[in-house]
């Protein structure tokens, strides 16, 4: 997983809008630990938005 929390949020994002319909569908085709996925973003600031499909 990348490192930088900000990379991090700018490719998780791209794919959501991109290739995957869910937070859930992106970690499975992407093999992620959701949780970890999103405690990492969380820590910097950022939470996921259903209805928007995307980190914000």
Known sequence: M???PFMLL???NMKLRDQ???L???CAGEDL???ELV???HD???DYV???NQFK
């Open 10 to 12: 700018s490719m998780v």
């Open 44 to 46: 910097a600031g950022f």
């Open 39 to 41: 405690s990492r973003l």
């Open 2 to 4: 990348i490192k930088d």
């Open 24 to 26: 859930d569908e992106l």
């Open 33 to 35: 630990d959701k949780e």
């Open 20 to 22: 995957y319909d869910s």
């Open 50 to 52: 259903t209805e928007n």
